[in-house]
């Protein structure tokens, strides 16, 4: 054969072997395609392409390995014992860093620690904030705290100003409490919030259970008696517990403390026992109570202010300003892992085996913290059915919602921190007559990086509430009057009523999955006719002020109006001060 022949004949021969295994490949005879996608673990964005963004599927990754990983920018995190951070959980792998996990992928070396004492937590901040300064090397410190209770949390202010420094927020939020935390109660609460008048609540004081039930008594207009030392027959009375176990305890136990007797804010001398008739606590508190006597049940929980409490992270400005690039790699890390858990269960079971291992309870397993991440209900000693755990991940769309930088715009957290910061100084003005303003902690200058960085690109969806049109409340959480005030005759509002009308917003925020009945009322000046429309309108117009304020926390269908016109009054109309009393808008909470 010639040569020319010899390369005709090599041509074909190789035209066939590339054309036939080919083939032989696409057939999938011999190469299986991969079940699901892989995902590269430093990044948000999902391998997914195309599709509808709302419904999104986020892959499977690989779940992170066993071995240290012992690579990266060094940093601990000191968590109370709480499933809101089941992403840090698989984020990290372990209770150190491990290869494979989203944070190694990210160049973060983690050490995570237990740590339920708030003051230790303050304590540690500023022992760190002046390591920092003798050693710039020296690991960060993070520590995570309920959203609501930053604003006591930043008493510690003042201690890290000595050291050089302040405090800084960590602008990403790994999850939060959805039912987990809660105030349990007697049955007869649920009916008759006027039930709670003279009773007692355990709590740790000062922190977000107790605001709980701080606002379920403000949302239903009952008095609070802010001394822990003395009892109010005619209020709300609190116990104070070191922490939210030993609260459920102090009901387990019933050990009656001695207090004295005041009425109207006035020392009768008189002693009296009391015992805890309710706690406010989270898991295990409320599991506890269920197993060991039962008797309670959930008068309102984070499941009803489903805004109130998210984890928060907050760490020194001295560490967050020399360290903005691990900043981002962290916040891309817990956002890839939120993802994972929100998404798959063998994940989640992960982050939860995780969470058993940090935590340390020796009766707890993953097992255990994985069924009241979810949430559960069960009988408890008396055989009431309770609802026990209940906690959400976040993903990074939802931290945009969370912060305002969604298309809905509203800053959610700054409305919860304004809310509890206001509702806890002017409970305990003693021990915070103050407290640090959020934009001198909060800076969204990285999570508007990121944000920029993934701009239309594939990521998953943020959790959103929907509320069906024309879908009465069936159970009532709460009801108050508010002194919003219209201009004479008519439907719009006075340069007044926008302080009361802010206070609303912020106050209905936090309750984000409660929808909202908008009772409008008049007196009996004029005709019965054009009172009822007035009423109608009235309570309209701020329906229209809510929604304009902010489209997404209140979406379509959450607000319904009712009118009374002069039905129903609350004072006598046979004075100026009556007739104020009766031209007014009540706001019904419920599910």
């Given at each position: 054969?010639?040569?020319r022949?010899k390369?005709?004949?090599?041509a074909?021969?190789f035209?066939?072997?590339?054309f036939g295994i ?14 699901t996608?892989?995902v590269?673990?430093?990044s ?5 392409a195309?599709g ?6 986020v892959p ?8 240290p990983?012992e690579?990266?920018t ?6 109370m014992a ?11 792998g372990?209770?150190r860093?491990t290869m494979?996990?989203?944070?190694a992928a ?8 237990r740590?339920d004492?708030?003051s ?5 901040l ?7 300064q003798a ?9 995570s705290?309920?959203?609501?209770g930053l ?7 003042s201690?890290?100003?000595k ?5 800084q927020?960590?602008p ?5 409490s ?5 105030l349990m ?8 919030p006027k039930?709670?008048l ?12 107790q605001?709980i039930?701080l ?13 822990e030392?003395t009892?109010d027959p005619?209020a ?9 176990l030993?609260?459920?305890e102090k ?10 007797k005041v009425?109207s804010g006035h020392?009768?001398?008189v ?6 008739d309710?706690?406010?606590?989270w898991t295990p508190g409320d ?7 039962g ?6 929980s984070t499941?009803?202010y489903?805004?109130?409490?998210p984890n928060i992270m ?6 967050y ?5 691990a900043?981002l ?10 993802d ?10 992960r982050?939860?085996?995780i969470?058993?291992q940090v ?13 009241y991440y ?5 009988a408890?000693r008396?055989g009431?059915?309770v ?7 976040f993903?990074?769309n ?6 305002g930088?969604d ?7 700054a409305?919860v ?7 806890q100084?002017?409970l305990?003005?003693?021990?915070l007559?103050s ?8 800076d969204l ?5 990121l ?6 690109k594939?990521?998953?969806?943020a959790e959103?509430?929907?509320f069906?049109?024309?879908?009465e ?5 709460s ?5 919003i005030?219209f201009?004479t ?9 926008q302080r ?5 917003f ?13 009772h ?6 004029g005709?019965p ?7 109608e ?6 329906d229209?002020?809510?929604?304009a304020?902010?489209t997404?926390a ?5 607000v319904q109006?009712?009118a009374h016109g002069?039905?129903?009054?609350v004072?006598?109309?046979a004075t ?7 031209r007014?808008?009540e706001v019904?909470?419920?599910?």
């Amino acid at each position: 054969m010639t040569t020319r022949g010899k390369i005709v004949l090599g041509a074909i021969v190789f035209a066939l072997l590339y054309f036939g295994i080919n083939k032989l490949i696409a057939s999938n005879k011999i190469f299986q395609k991969a079940d699901t996608q892989s995902v590269l673990l430093s990044s948000i964005e999902l391998p997914a392409a195309g599709g509808n963004r709302a419904t999104l599927v986020v892959p499977l990754a690989p779940l992170p390995g066993t071995a240290p990983a012992e690579n990266g920018t060094p940093v601990v995190w000191e968590v109370m014992a709480w499933n809101s951070q089941m992403a840090g959980m698989l984020a990290n792998g372990g209770p150190r860093t491990t290869m494979g996990s989203a944070l190694a992928a990210n160049k973060i070396d983690m050490q995570i620690t237990r740590q339920d004492d708030v003051s230790k937590m303050q304590a540690d901040l500023v022992k760190n904030a002046l390591d920092l300064q003798a050693n710039p090397e020296t690991p960060g410190l993070i520590v995570s705290i309920m959203g609501d209770g930053l604003p006591a949390f930043s008493a510690v202010q003042s201690q890290l100003e000595k050291a050089g420094t302040s405090l800084q927020i960590i602008p990403y939020s790994v999850g939060k409490s959805f039912g987990e935390d809660k105030l349990m109660g007697p049955k007869e609460w649920l009916d008759n919030p006027k039930a709670a008048l003279g009773k007692t609540i355990a709590c740790y004081l000062r922190d977000g259970d107790q605001n709980i039930a701080l606002k379920w008594c403000a949302d239903n207009g009952l008095k609070v008696n802010p001394d822990e030392t003395t009892y109010d027959p005619e209020a709300v009375n609190f116990m104070s517990a070191s922490d939210f176990l030993v609260a459920a305890e102090k009901y387990i136990v019933g050990k009656p403390e001695s207090r004295t007797k005041v009425v109207s804010g006035h020392s009768t001398g008189v002693k009296v026992d009391v015992v805890a008739d309710a706690v406010a606590t989270w898991t295990p508190g409320d599991v506890n109570i269920a197993k060991q006597k039962g008797g309670l049940v959930n008068i309102v929980s984070t499941k009803d202010y489903s805004n109130q409490m998210p984890n928060i992270m907050v760490t020194t400005k001295r560490w967050y300003d020399a360290h903005q690039p691990a900043v981002l790699n962290l916040m891309t890390a817990f956002a890839v892992a939120g993802d994972q858990v929100k998404s798959h269960p063998e994940a989640l079971t992960r982050a939860a085996d995780i969470s058993a291992q940090v935590y340390g309870d020796q009766d707890k397993p993953g097992a255990y913290w994985l069924k009241y991440y979810k949430g559960t209900s069960e009988a408890d000693r008396t055989g009431q059915v309770v609802e026990l755990g209940g906690s959400k991940a976040f993903n990074f769309n939802d931290n945009l919602t969370l912060f305002g930088l969604d298309n809905g715009g509203t800053n959610i957290y700054a409305a919860v921190y304004k809310t509890f910061g206001d509702v806890q100084s002017h409970l305990y003005p003693k021990e915070l007559p103050s407290y640090v303003p959020l934009a001198n902690m909060l800076d969204l200058s990285l999570l508007r990086k990121l944000q920029a960085q993934y701009k239309g690109k594939n990521l998953a969806p943020a959790e959103t509430q929907q509320f069906a049109a024309d879908d009465e409340i069936r159970r009532s959480v709460s009801k108050r009057a508010w002194n919003i005030e219209f201009n004479t005759g008519q439907s719009t509002f006075t340069p007044a009523a926008q302080r009361e009308l802010n206070q609303l917003f912020n106050d209905l925020v936090v309750a984000g999955r409660l929808k909202i009945a908008v009772h409008g009322y008049t007196d009996n000046t004029g005709n019965p006719t054009a009172n009822q429309q007035l009423s109608e309108t009235r309570a309209e117009a701020v329906d229209h002020w809510l929604e304009a304020k902010s489209t997404s926390a209140f979406p379509q269908g959450r607000v319904q109006v009712y009118a009374h016109g002069a039905a129903e009054p609350v004072a006598s109309n046979a004075t100026e001060a009556g007739k104020a009393q009766n031209r007014r808008v009540e706001v019904v909470l419920g599910n």
